[in-house]
């Protein structure tokens, strides 16, 4: 009896430290998905101001016209999935999202352990690389997969390139988003109201071109670090049910341990009184 209880002891003090551990890995996830959030407020607007300037290049050139022969589009998809464990299905998710695309698609993954899941599917991925552990590491991450893409490019290996990632929305929970990222959509950037245009100190197309390709890194930014945001909300959702289980588990634990304890109090007073009914009758 005095062995099951010490059992039961050690086994309440292991699911504590656990929950420690839990709690801790929940305050992580929390910190760093907030700070990517922060960020997010300063990339939007950079890319507000990139989309600005791009509409003001935009007015000295005539509209594109799309009379030309078509060819087949060799399309690229840019996968966000989950760096780490214990955030559910977050790498399952994006990939069921697309999964009608995964054959006929050049696949960029983003993410040690979607690389995982990808692999134990079957898909291979032309181009990996690991989500940072922080943030701060989002514009490197986005320098790496436009120097990718341009590659591809250069090499007229693809054509379109779509981004898909998790994003968290307050109240909603995290949905699996898909965006075009290449090539732009000019139509979509607003043309000054004027008909002044901007005085200009390299050609439009020139211009153009730089600011489309800082607006696509903006782009990258954006969808990286909805990404990182989404991970780390799955993963304190992982740990709140973890943390819940780990309660439920203790109240358990401690009923028990009330009940072996009780037993064994009654049990050495049943062993003490029949000690003491033995010696009155021996005395006798």
Known sequence: MTERLADITAHIEGIRQL????TAMRGVAAARAQQARGQLVAVDGYAATIASAIGHALAPIPAASHD?????????????????????????RVLDAVDADLGTSELLLIGTRGAAVAAERGLAARWTS?????????????????????????ARGIDRLDAVFS???????????????????????RRPPDNNP????????????????DYLYAQLCNTAL??????NEARMQAMASARNQIERQLSLLRATQRQVRQKEITAEIIELAA??????TGSR
Not at 80 to 90: I, L, M, N, R, V
Not at 134 to 154: F, M
């Open 130 to 154: 690991a989500m940072p552990s922080h943030s701060v590491g989002i514009p490197q991450l986005a320098d790496r997969i436009a120097e990718a893409l341009y590659t591809r490019i250069a």
């Open 198 to 213: 901007p005085l200009l100190n390299l050609a439009s197309e020139a211009l153009l071109g730089e600011l489309t390709a």
């Open 68 to 92: 030309g022969p078509r060819r087949a589009i060799r399309t690229a998809l840019v996968l966000f999935c989950a760096e780490q464990g214990f955030a559910g299905a977050f790498s399952e």
């Open 275 to 280: 000690g003491e009914t033995a010696s009155r």
């Open 226 to 231: 909805h990404a990182f945001a989404a991970e």
């Open 167 to 189: 994003r968290w929305k307050p109240g909603h929970g995290i949905d699996v988003e898909r965006r075009r990222l290449f090539p732009l959509d000019l139509k979509a950037f």
């Open 19 to 22: 929950g420690a551990v839990v």
